[in-house]
């Protein structure tokens, strides 16, 4: 079974610094893994997805098959940033629903 | 843009009830999928369907059944409603398009509360 792990459930940064959202993953085949945001009172919405290699909102995501990990990363974090992040993998035995971590609420303070 | 439309934000029913909560997605996705989301647990997904009247068991399906009679609507029903199913739901659609690794796209939620 796949399985995404995200070990901190809270982590808090002072603006301006540096952020890593952890997440690691276990999958026996190719795996498809996926950053999403929620925002305060705002709909889950797609942040990164690890196919793209991009950028977004500053934020950037490397895939690392040796560690299997897909952290989250951003080096000047933004007070706007504060925001519940999970960590998907895509699950091919599910109609390729998704297999979500349980989620790190970042909080960046002034 | 993809919108997907979930019925109600915000209901209220009681333990034994019938529920019934409803999506709508705008994009002709084949996929649709019901979540549910709790404080330390995650998304954890309760049902999904590839297909009009195709269904599948997710990893939470006890207590929940669904419905698919047209490609854009997925209905999720609690048969008799408990009050370890208060929650958040969420609904997501997506395309087939697994090749070009296409997203989830997730509704507003409902918060449902069982008294």
């Known amino acids: 079974a796949q399985r995404v792990t995200q070990p901190e459930k809270l982590l808090s940064v002072f603006k301006g610094a540096p952020v890593e959202l952890k997440c690691n993953y276990s999958?026996?085949?190719?795996?498809?893994l996926f950053w999403y945001v929620q925002y305060s009172r705002q709909r889950l919405q797609l942040l990164l997805r690890?196919?793209s290699r991009e950028s977004i909102k500053g934020f950037t995501a490397d895939l690392n098959k040796g560690e299997t990990s897909f952290h989250l990363k951003k080096p000047f974090a933004q007070e706007e940033d504060s925001a519940m992040y999970y960590c998907?993998?895509?699950?091919?035995?599910?109609?390729?629903?998704?297999?979500f971590g349980k989620g790190t609420s970042l909080l960046v303070t002034p | 843009d993809v919108k997907v439309t979930q019925s109600s934000r915000y209901l209220v029913k009681r333990t034994g009830e019938k529920v019934f909560l409803e999506c709508v997605q705008d994009?002709?996705?084949?996929?649709m999928f019901w979540y549910r989301q709790d404080p330390g647990l995650g998304l954890r997904l309760i049902y999904f369907?590839?297909?009009?009247?195709?269904?599948e068991k997710g990893d939470i399906p006890e207590g929940y059944s669904v419905s698919r009679e047209k490609k854009e609507r997925f209905s999720l029903i609690l048969e008799s409603a408990s009050t370890n199913q208060t929650s958040m739901y969420l609904c997501?659609?997506?395309?087939?398009?697994?090749?070009?690794?296409?997203?989830?796209?997730f509704g507003d939620g409902t918060r449902l509360s069982i008294l």
């Open positions: 690890h196919i």
């Open positions: 369907s590839y297909d009009v009247k195709m269904k």
């Open positions: 998907a993998l895509r699950d091919s035995n599910s109609g390729y629903a998704l297999n």
């Open positions: 997501a659609s997506s395309s087939w398009d697994i090749l070009n690794n296409q997203p989830q796209h």
């Open positions: 994009m002709d996705h084949e996929n």
């Open positions: 999958y026996s085949g190719s795996p498809e």
